[in-house]
């Protein structure tokens, strides 16, 4: 897909949300972008594509081969350290040179799962998280959606007594766990579809960073948790106010954005 540059947020946020597998962005001209992006085969995927891309006019769409690459090999090669919302996110093989003392280090494996930090909703919880902390402790923490379980890595790190990590891909939880033992953390997995199987009440901090869709969708279970504090992400700031809207009853709403995404803390009450 072709768009002009100042697009590249809002197209690549739009492919998510139709379940892209990975996007790959090139220099198109001087004024565009193209966004490389892998779907499973499906029947009707490009009518689907052509139609969620209605906000964006000026994309044009065509189908690509698929070349011979190993993508994770690719992508962990320009994987370096670098530092998110108050941590220092770090691949295994750059752990040398960084102060013993782990309390801020997230240790990434990148190619497992999504999740390595670089993406704003992640930024967005990794600072939300840290902000929390400071605040009082975070107690009793629930990840739905895990992927690569680094908000939980993350929430264990800023003190969490447990911290359960959920989702519904038998791959991300494998991930998930890897990244527990790189970060000599504990994490509690499950493998369940959201939150639908969860006691109410049993958790002080529920972390969604999902698409702004399954947030609208399942808001009755996530609120059903009856959690103290909601942090919700994977939104853009186009959606910010139809997600405020479904949870405004539920208590005080906070907004955070990062570029063209936002995130939101809901919190019940007195803390």
């Not at 197209?11 to 892998?38: C, D, F, K, N």
């Not at 009707?44 to 769409?61: I, N, Q, S, Y």
């Not at 969490?160 to 959920?166: H, L, N």
């Not at 995404?261 to 007195?270: E, S, T």
Request: with cysteine; net charge negative; hydrophobic share 50%.
């Amino acid at each position: 897909m072709t768009v002009p540059a100042a697009e590249e947020d809002v197209a690549t946020a739009l492919l998510w949300e139709q379940g892209t597998m990975g996007i790959e962005v090139r220099p198109a001209g001087v004024h565009h972008v193209s966004l490389l992006a892998y779907f499973p085969e499906a029947p009707g995927l490009e009518p689907a594509l052509t139609a969620a891309l209605f906000p964006l006019p000026r994309a044009r769409l065509q189908q690509a081969e698929v070349p011979e690459v190993d993508w994770v090999a690719h992508f962990r090669e320009g994987f370096r350290t670098f530092p998110a919302a108050g941590f220092v996110v770090t691949p295994p093989w750059e752990l040398e040179g960084l102060p013993a003392d782990r309390r801020d280090v997230l240790v990434v494996d990148p190619g497992r799962a999504f999740g390595t930090g670089t993406h704003e909703s992640t930024r967005l919880c990794l600072g939300l998280l840290r902000d929390l902390a400071k605040r009082g402790p975070l107690g009793r923490v629930l990840d739905l959606g895990t992927g690569s379980g680094i908000l939980g890595v993350a929430a264990s790190r800023l003190g969490a007594r447990t911290t359960i990590a959920v989702d519904l891909d038998l791959e991300s939880l494998a991930g998930a766990r890897h990244h527990a033992r790189l970060n000599e953390v504990e994490l509690r997995l499950v493998c369940a579809d959201l939150a639908a199987a969860l006691m109410p009440g049993a958790f002080d901090l529920v972390l969604a960073n999902i698409a702004a869709p399954l947030l609208v969708e399942r808001r009755h279970e996530i609120l059903a948790l009856a959690a103290p504090a909601t942090v919700l992400s994977g939104l853009l700031t186009t959606d910010a106010e139809t997600v405020c809207a479904a949870y405004e009853d539920a208590g005080r709403i906070e907004v955070r954005q990062d570029g063209e995404w936002a995130a939101l803390l809901v919190q019940r009450g007195a803390p």
